[in-house]
């Protein structure tokens, strides 16, 4: 059995901190000794833009190196690995072209099931510790694929009155979604671009922990401008500044999901 653990990044709310959280916490996994591949499932190329420059990540946008062409024309996604710079750390890019991925997937044979069906080989070899999957901020039928193909979905929150709008909606799409692949679960809520100054940082966070219908990790990531700093540099900030709040922070994070994946 293959003991590759799919992990996708997800919140229909946009900015809750998923691309960040899955750049840092794919690149701390890498540094405590893992193999992981990450996947940028989104148009705007963030993920991709956290390891490679604009002038690389269009290359991969042109060369057909990225996820959009895998999945339109269903292939072996390990065709489409490119290495990042830090040991043990691998990706597939993405391209703007995935705006129309709703489209290509639209007409197919069992469309909820292509991305699992094209991540199998890699599943299947077992090479990788983790595969992480960064999603847009949208619930249609890609986000429906990458959860079908996942065991576990994380869920990156900002503590904020609109961070929080739209949950209820998301676990709606979950509980869909384990109707069609029950082996995800959620892992948990990941509180990121923490004010602990404020207040309603501080209430949010105890009604958050104290729901019994959600897990919530024990961490979490404050506020930290060393974050965009390090975007800036096309880097994570768990190698760009490895001693910086929000880098430790993070690695805290990746330690806490290898607990909870290998329970
Ligand atoms: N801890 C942090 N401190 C400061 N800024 C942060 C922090 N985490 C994320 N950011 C910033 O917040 C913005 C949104 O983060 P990010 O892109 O990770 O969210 P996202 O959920 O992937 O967004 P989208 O829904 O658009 O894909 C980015 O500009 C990022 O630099
Ligand atoms: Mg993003």
């Given at each position: 059995m293959s003991r590759t653990q799919i992990i996708a990044f997800a919140n229909n709310k946009g900015g809750s901190g998923k691309t960040?959280?899955?750049?840092?916490?794919?690149?701390?996994?890498?540094?405590?000794?893992?193999?992981?591949?990450?996947?940028d499932g989104d148009m705007q190329l963030n993920l991709t833009l956290s390891f490679f420059n604009e002038e690389v990540a269009l290359e991969y946008?042109?060369?057909?190196?990225?996820?959009?062409?895998?999945?339109?024309?269903?292939?072996?996604?390990?065709?489409?690995?490119?290495?990042?710079?830090?040991?043990?750390?691998?990706i597939i890019p993405s391209t703007s072209l995935m705006s129309a991925?709703?489209?290509?997937?639209?007409?197919?044979?069992?469309?909820?099931?292509?991305?699992?069906?094209?991540?199998?080989?890699?599943?299947?070899?077992?090479?990788?510790?983790?595969?992480?999957i960064d999603s847009p901020p949208t619930l249609g039928g890609w986000?429906?694929?990458?959860?079908?193909?996942?065991?576990?979905?994380?869920?990156?929150?900002?503590?904020?009155?609109?961070?929080?709008?739209?949950?209820?909606?998301m676990f709606d799409f979950i509980n869909k979604v384990k109707e069609?692949?029950?082996r995800l679960s959620v892992m948990g809520i990941m509180v990121t671009k923490a004010d602990e100054r404020k207040n309603y940082f501080k209430e949010t966070l105890k009604t958050l922990k104290e729901s019994e219908d959600?897990?919530?990790?024990?961490?979490?990531?404050?506020?930290?401008s060393t974050i965009e700093w390090s975007q800036d540099n096309s880097k994570p900030v768990v190698a760009y500044k490895k001693y910086s709040r929000s880098?430790?922070?993070?690695?805290?994070l990746a330690k806490e999901i290898v607990e909870y994946a290998n329970r």
């Open positions: 960040t959280s899955c750049s840092n916490i794919g690149c701390a996994l890498a540094m405590m000794g893992k193999r992981v591949l990450i996947i946008a042109s060369n057909g190196k990225n996820i959009y062409t895998a999945i339109k024309e269903e292939k072996d996604l390990s065709d489409f690995v490119v290495s990042t710079e830090y040991k043990g750390l691998d991925i709703e489209f290509d997937i639209f007409p197919k044979w069992q469309r909820e099931f292509i991305l699992r069906k094209c991540l199998e080989p890699i599943r299947a070899r077992g090479y990788y510790d983790y595969i992480l986000v429906m694929n990458i959860m079908c193909a996942s065991d576990f979905v994380v869920i990156p929150v900002e503590a904020s009155p609109w961070g929080l709008f739209g949950l209820a909606n069609i692949s029950p959600v897990r919530v990790f024990d961490n979490y990531v404050r506020i930290d880098a430790i922070e993070y690695k805290m």
